[in-house]
């Protein structure tokens, strides 16, 4: 939530001067006293009054926090239910967090729900978002995690980029990287970001995109074609 | 088996009621024909066959349990 102290010599003055800071409207926003200085310095003319003032999101915040609860619990739903009908007994727990829904499956058949390189848990995740998709009439992340997999994933691709990247940087050769998804090249991308020698292309298209790690302003030419 | 795409399949099209899947056993594999009405077909194939892929695996490894192999046909 955007918030800001400010002081003034009455509360309205200070309040005018927030308003202002912020760029809004009194109606949109809660305005809080924090201190009036009444102290024996106010004969000095150093009276001055603190306010807080903030956005009030409070009904769309309500609002969304539902839907988005709504769709929380559907996409636990659908998740159990087809890993269920997998013939998989298992629990799912889901949260919302920054990017997205994130749902966890609890079982004791992980390799069987992971499959050969996360390719089960991919198409589960893959099939679940377009469900619930559907289902709310808009985009959304969903991830689909068991047995923190992704995580380890995330590690092993990270210091596999780096390895990568050293040698891209010692021989002056590109790299490609293959059967990434999306959410995978751009972990690559953010990590390299802010690298001054390195820099990463995703190439291609669709499913056969495949992701370049090269030397930062290395002529285009060379790797197109 | 049936029920696994039947519930994936009506979840994803715009007719869930013209689904209908077909459920041919062997003794080693099985064959699922899935039917959807008219226009649902893109819906079930998904952009360069990412749905029908995805449905392929999550049916693949519910096989694997029951050590068969289990293939997805799509019909219209």
Known sequence: ?225 | MRDLILYIARALVDLPEEVVVNEVEGEKTMVLELRVGKGDIGKVIGKEGKTARAMRVILNAAATKLRKRAVLEILE
């Not at chain 1, 939530?1 to 010599?9: A, V």
């Not at chain 1, 988005?68 to 799912?92: D, F, H, R, W, Y």
């Not at chain 1, 092993?156 to 090249?185: F, H, I, P, W």
């Not at chain 1, 390299?192 to 995109?209: A, C, H, L």
Request: with cysteine; proline share 2%; charged share 35%.
């Open chain 1, 1 to 225: 939530m955007e918030w800001i102290i400010e002081r003034g010599r009455t509360k309205e003055q200070a309040l005018e001067k927030a308003l202002k800071k912020l760029g809004a409207r009194p109606e949109e926003v809660k305005v809080e006293l924090l201190e009036k200085n009444k102290g024996f310095l106010s004969f000095l003319g150093d009276r001055s009054v603190k306010v807080k003032v903030s956005y009030i999101n409070q009904e769309n915040d309500i609002e969304e926090t539902e839907e988005m609860s709504n769709e929380l619990k559907e996409a636990k739903q659908v998740l159990l239910a087809i890993v269920e009908k997998m013939g998989i007994p298992c629990t799912v727990d889901g949260e919302n967090g920054p990017e997205g829904l994130y749902l966890t499956i609890r079982s004791d058949k992980g390799g069987l729900i992971i499959g050969k390189r996360g390719e089960t848990l991919d198409a589960l995740q893959y099939i679940v978002t377009k469900i619930i998709q559907k289902r709310a009439k808009r985009k959304m992340t969903i991830l689909v995690d068991t047995e923190d997999y992704r995580k380890r994933g995330e590690e092993k691709l990270t210091d596999l980029a780096r390895t990568m990247a050293a040698r891209v940087k010692q021989t002056g050769q590109s790299v490609t990287l293959r059967n990434l998804t999306t959410r995978e090249r751009k972990l690559i991308h953010t990590l390299f970001k802010e690298e001054p020698e390195i820099e990463t292309i995703s190439q291609g298209d669709g499913i056969t995109k495949t992701l370049v790690i090269t030397l930062r302003g290395k002529s285009k030419n060379e790797w197109i074609n």
